[in-house]
């Protein structure tokens, strides 16, 4: 498995909005909009892949000078459970702390709390709806 960073505009970027679109929003009734995709021009996208496909994906968002927040994190379902949520973001910390953030936060599922517990990452504050769905704030400090 590779794991890098990944270009805007590119084929494995347009496999990264097919799986984003996949895992994350057809399942809510939703597709990724205009508006969505031209924001990821600022962000750092990250993409796991076997042979030129894309096997999960994350994307860090800066937030200020010290820390960035982990968006869009997905694995192909069936791919689920093998380590490549893992690795994606043992990654997505290396270059964060690479380039100086102290920290990452993300709006995490409820449903996924465990593994990014599993991870390091700390549960701070109340449950919140997004799209519909219960999310918590986490955080982990990475200096």
Known sequence: MA??????????????IELRNEILRKPLGMLLEGNDIAADQE????GAF??????????????GARGVLLRQMAVRNQL????????????????????????????????????YEKMGYVTTGDEFLKLSISHVLMVKRIS
């Open 3 to 16: 794991l890098k960073i990944i270009d805007y505009g590119t084929i494995e970027y347009q496999q990264m």
């Open 43 to 46: 962000n750092i996208l990250i």
């Open 50 to 63: 076997e042979d030129e496909k894309m096997l999960g994906c994350c994307m860090l968002v800066r937030e």
């Open 80 to 115: 689920q459970g093998k380590g490549i949520g893992r690795a994606l973001m043992e990654f997505a910390e290396t270059i964060a702390r690479d380039i100086g953030y102290r920290e990452i936060s993300m709006h995490a599922r409820t449903s996924a709390t465990g593994f």
